[in-house]
Nanobody, 116 residues
Framework: QVQLVESGGGLVQPGGSLRLSCAPS????????MGWYRQAPGKERELVAT???????NYADSVKGRFSISRDNAKNTIYLQMNSLKPEDTAVYYC??????????WGQGTQVTVSS
């Protein structure tokens, strides 16, 4: 069973930055799209950003211009650089991975809190 290991969450002041990372716990040879979702208290889980194996990216409108997703295919690792953070970015951030059979795997989540 593939597990996704996330890191980089924490507490940051408004306007600050954080960088999240995510990688599978085992070597995988058939990774397709990877990305991040988030879920704030009382809200549904929502897409933040995705990146395909060829590097095409997609962002939620709410994070465009502030967040940047990148990928290291050799390590099957993705990164989410979050700048100009706002209190409304506070959520649990979940990594997601699709393999080449479009099977989906979720990380356990990492908490991001934006507060002064």
């Amino acid at each position: 069973q593939v597990q996704l290991v996330e890191s980089g969450g924490g507490l940051v002041q408004p306007g600050g930055s954080l960088r999240l990372s995510c990688a599978p716990s085992t070597v995988m040879f058939s990774v397709n799209t990877m990305g991040w979702y988030r879920q704030a208290p009382g809200k549904e889980r929502e897409l933040v950003a995705t990146v395909t194996s060829s590097g095409n990216t997609n962002y939620a409108d709410s994070v465009k211009g502030r967040f940047s997703i990148s990928r290291d295919n050799a390590k099957n690792t993705i990164y989410l650089q979050m700048n100009s953070l706002k209190p409304e970015d506070t959520a649990v951030y979940y990594c997601i991975l699709y393999d080449n059979m479009w099977r989906r795997y979720w990380g356990q989540g990492t908490q991001v809190t934006v507060s002064s």
